[in-house]
């Protein structure tokens, strides 16, 4: 299991290559990557992300910890990115690896919807034009953990 | 304590951390004695349904006790992914 949090860019390729290379006997491998997006009303110059060291970190090792523990996982790595992001830039990615696919895109799937109200980050749009707004949370992804 | 803010709340109240000394029993009276301060915490702390809070790093509740805490944080629902 790696958890990494980081500022630089990540290569999605050699990440998941290098997380394949370190599971035996896994039949299924999933990986997830999140990329910045534009705003909904257009004119994104940047996504900022803020994050809250120390927490963000623990808070991500338990969310990945119960996914090995609820699921027959062989591994699983989750890398987020903070800090200022151009639109099209990769901001995080989650793999698994397990002997069946059902495990792998379920563990995958429990990640995303943790980190996404779990993991200690918020997100902040800034406009061409130089306004900036705070992204809500929206009801739906504190709805999607009720499922697990 | 150290007390944390981030996102908006950071913003509202203009500093990310600070040293508090108080008595509070609970976070809600902690939040009762910062919004006595200033307008600018009166602002941050308006609607605490709007507002998560974590003790030593892990998410907790407004009603809970902060007995032995060294740090807290006040942020919006969290957007990760």
């Known amino acids: ?45 940047a996504m900022e992300i803020e994050h809250y060291p120390g927490m ?52 995958a799937e429990y990640l995303m919807d943790y980190l996404k109200s779990r993991a200690p980050f918020w997100k902040k749009e800034i406009l061409s034009g130089g306004s900036a707004d705070w992204v809500a949370a929206k009801d739906t992804d504190e709805d999607a953990l009720k499922r697990w | 304590m150290d007390v944390l803010y981030f996102a908006w709340v950071r913003e509202r109240i203009g500093l990310p951390r600070e040293r508090v000394e108080t008595t509070a029993a609970t976070v809600a009276d902690l939040v009762e004695e910062l919004r006595a301060r200033e307008d600018r915490y009166a602002a941050a702390f308006a609607d605490l349904s709007a507002l998560r809070v974590a003790l030593d790093q892990e998410l ?22």
């Open chain 2, 60 to 81: 907790s509740e407004f009603d809970a006790p902060l007995d032995g805490v060294r740090e807290v944080a006040f942020f919006p629902p969290m957007t990760g992914g």
């Open chain 1, 56 to 107: 963000t970190e623990k808070a991500l090792t338990a969310i990945a910890e119960e996914a090995m523990s609820r699921w027959s996982l062989a591994d699983a790595l989750v890398i987020h990115r903070h800090g200022r992001l151009a639109p099209g830039e990769r901001i995080m990615m989650v793999a698994t690896a397990a002997r069946h696919r059902k495990d792998a895109f379920e563990a």
């Open chain 1, 1 to 45: 299991m790696r958890i990494s949090v980081q500022e630089a860019p990540f290569e999605l390729g050699a990440e998941s290559d290098a997380f394949a290379a370190g599971v035996n006997n896994a039949g299924a491998l999933v990986t997830f990557t999140g990329v910045v997006r534009d705003a909904d009303q257009g004119g994104l110059q």
